[in-house]
Every structure is written in structure tokens, then in C-alpha cells.
């Protein structure tokens, strides 16, 4: 089982440009949600999909959107980059109305 | 709405000595609990989780928390620290009893250096 994965690992950005991270989960997993952890920082719930909707929705501005597949794999896409984008960003992947969410190692996006 | 406060940042202990980080939530349901670690560029494993029954709770690594509704408490313990604990904690509630698992409200961690 190769748990969830992410891709890239790490990218650097400039300011303004746009970026696309991208999430497997889990085998037999149909629930995504990512999460942005700013350095020193716990996790912060950006939005979570399933059956490709966007069912939950943190504290974030709509330069963050995202898209789920039919094979459930989940992109995670951030327009107009700011410099405070800058952090390690996490997908987590769960059996609809599951307890436990198993977690990727995550993108480290830099932007300058 | 759901909060969690993990008291202090940084915990430092012996190896062999107890291992206790502190966990407190907020919640108007009652919660789904979790404890996760984190090491260095890594991502979060989870450690140990509370949905219902026994309120003592074992998990990995010789890790075990204790849910106290009364104290609106979750505090992770360990009986004797090893070097491989060294790493990041974090305490997380779930914000829909009905979604356990989803949509975790995380501390901001804890953390944790073992000294030899």
C-alpha cells in the first residue's frame, strides 16, 4: 500500500505566479482534504472534497481552489502568490465518514 | 467552535523520564480527539485517537492519552522517553462528529527535545 502521496516534494514560486500541488490517497480512500502548515505552525484546514465537490471549506481566500477526480486523486491550485503562501502543504486522505485521516509528506512551497 | 490549546511549546526531558504534553479543547459536541507526530520534513502520523468508550487510550510507540470531559482535557503521556521520541506533537479535534476523522482543528504543537 503506498499510503498517500504528494508531488512535488518542494518548488519554488515567484510572487504572482500560480501553482498546482497534486495528492494520491490512499487505496480505497474516496475523502480529500488539504491542509497549510506555516512554519512553526500546526495545520490549517484549507478544504476537503469528495464525490469531486469541495464539501468543506476553511478560513482561506479563493485564490485557493482545488479538483477531485473520478479516481479520487486531488489537486490543490493557488493563484497569485503571496510571499506568506510560503509553507509545507498537506494532504490527508479518509473513507467517507471515517475517524481516522492518513496523511502525505507533504509540498514544500517557497515563494519569493 | 472547536479549539485546541497545547500548553507549552517546547517540552524537554531525560531520556528514560515521563513524558507528558498537554492538550485542551473546546468543543460544543462531543469530540473526536487525536495525537499526531511530526518529524523533521515530514508529514503527520497519528499516534492515538478517542471517538467513544474507554476514556484511557493507548497508541504507538508506548504512547497512551487520557480523555477527562471534565477538564476538557487530552494529555498525551509516555512512561519513559526514548532519543526516537525527539520530534513534534500536535493535538487535534475533529469539527463534525458525524465526519470524525476530517477536518481536524490542530494546536500548534508541542515540541519535544529527549536529552541523553
Known amino acids: 500500500d503506498a499510503g498517500v502521496t504528494q508531488s512535488p516534494t518542494h518548488l519554488i514560486k515567484t510572487r504572482g505566479q500560480q501553482v498546482t500541488l497534486r495528492c494520491s490517497p490512499k487505496?480505497?480512500?474516496?475523502?480529500v482534504s488539504w491542509y497549510q502548515q506555516a512554519l512553526g505552525q500546526g495545520p490549517q484546514f484549507i478544504f476537503q472534497?469528495?464525490?469531486?465537490?469541495?464539501?468543506q471549506r476553511g478560513n482561506f481566500p479563493d485564490r485557493f481552489s482545488g479538483h477531485q477526480f473520478p479516481n479520487y486523486s486531488s489537486e490543490l491550485n493557488v493563484n497569485a502568490l503571496l510571499l506568506g503562501d510560503s509553507a509545507l502543504y498537506l494532504c490527508?486522505?479518509?473513507?467517507?465518514?471515517?475517524?481516522?485521516?492518513?496523511f502525505g509528506q507533504g509540498t514544500r512551497l517557497t515563494v519569493v | 467552535a472547536q479549539s485546541v490549546t497545547q500548553l507549552g511549546s517546547h517540552v524537554s526531558v531525560s531520556e528514560g523520564a515521563l513524558v507528558l504534553l498537554r492538550c485542551n479543547y473546546s468543543s460544543s459536541v462531543p469530540p473526536y480527539l487525536f495525537w499526531y507526530v511530526q518529524y523533521p520534513n515530514q508529514g503527520l502520523q497519528l499516534l492515538l485517537k478517542?471517538?467513544?468508550?474507554?476514556?484511557l487510550v493507548k497508541g504507538i510507540n508506548g504512547f497512551e492519552a487520557e480523555f477527562k470531559k471534565s477538564e476538557t482535557s487530552f494529555h498525551l503521556t509516555k512512561p519513559s522517553a526514548h532519543m526516537s521520541d525527539a520530534a513534534e506533537y500536535f493535538c487535534?479535534?475533529?469539527?463534525?462528529?458525524?465526519?470524525?476523522?476530517?477536518?481536524?482543528?490542530f494546536g500548534k504543537g508541542t515540541t519535544l527535545s529527549v536529552s541523553s
Open positions: 478517542y471517538t467513544t468508550g474507554a476514556t
Open positions: 490527508a486522505s479518509s473513507l467517507e465518514g471515517g475517524i481516522e485521516a492518513f
Open positions: 487505496s480505497g480512500h474516496d475523502t
Open positions: 487535534a479535534v475533529s469539527v463534525s462528529a458525524n465526519q470524525a476523522g476530517t477536518a481536524l482543528i
Open positions: 472534497y469528495y464525490e469531486e465537490e469541495e464539501r
